[in-house]
Structure formats: C-alpha cells, structure tokens
C-alpha cells in the first residue's frame, strides 16, 4: 500500500485483487467508477456507482460524510488518480485509488443505466 497526501487526506493505492477481497468484507466501501457512461455501460463492476470524473462535485449525493471509505476505479488509472486528488481536495479522508478496471478478476454487469 502506498499512501500520498497528508494522514488527514491519504490517497491509498490498491490492486483490485486487494480490492475485490475488502469489498467483499466491508459492504459500507463505496465502489465509484469515474469512467463516462458509455464505458460504464460496456462493463462495470458489480455495486459501483457511476460519476464520471467531470461530476466530481457530486459526490456529497453520493458520500455526504468525508470519512466514507471511496474506493475509485477507470479504465486504465488515469482519471481515477484525478479523482482521487480532487476528493482529497475537498476534504474526503478514505480514499483507494483502485486505478483501472482492466485488472478486475470478477464478474462486470454491462449494460447498466446510468
């Protein structure tokens, strides 16, 4: 595990190994996917929540207590690494940079409504 940021604002890094195993202890993570609805829909992972990282501003719809535990995955890292950053910047304590969806073992729901 890699952390960045401040102990207050630490932006952890994990493999969606890792992930998939705390997901499945901890049913209160909430599972983000900040890719745009069209990738979501082509395959996302079970129990996740689609906001694009254009929507970032509306996560306090989705996590309105900045100690929820976000765990926040794209397609390759990239986008999740920004979102990660603009949630530590808006005060979110417990956050997973999970990077992309491409090293998800588990089943994908496609075709999801947005």
Same mark, same amino acid.
């Given at each position: 595990m890699i952390f960045f940021g401040s102990k207050t604002r630490a932006?952890?890094?994990? !493999?969606?190994?890792? *992930?998939k195993e705390a997901l499945a202890e901890d049913g209160e993570i909430c599972l983000i996917d900040v890719r745009n609805p069209?990738?979501?829909?082509?395959?996302?992972?079970?129990g996740r929540i689609? @906001?694009? @990282?254009?929507?970032m501003?509306?996560?306090? !719809?989705? *996590?309105?207590?900045l100690?929820?535990?976000?765990?926040?995955?794209?397609?390759?890292?990239g986008r999740?690494?920004?979102a990660c950053s603009a949630l530590a910047s808006m005060g979110y304590t417990a956050i997973?940079?999970?990077g992309g969806i491409t090293g998800w073992t588990g089943p @994908?729901?496609?075709? *999801?409504?947005?």
């Open positions: 932006i952890e890094k994990m !493999s969606m190994g890792n *992930a069209e990738e979501y829909r082509s395959g996302n992972i079970l689609n @906001l694009p @990282l254009g929507s501003g509306g996560i306090a !719809s989705v *996590a309105p207590e100690g929820t535990r976000l765990f926040i995955y794209c397609l390759s890292g999740s690494a920004r997973t940079d999970l @994908l729901e496609t075709g *999801a409504r947005v």
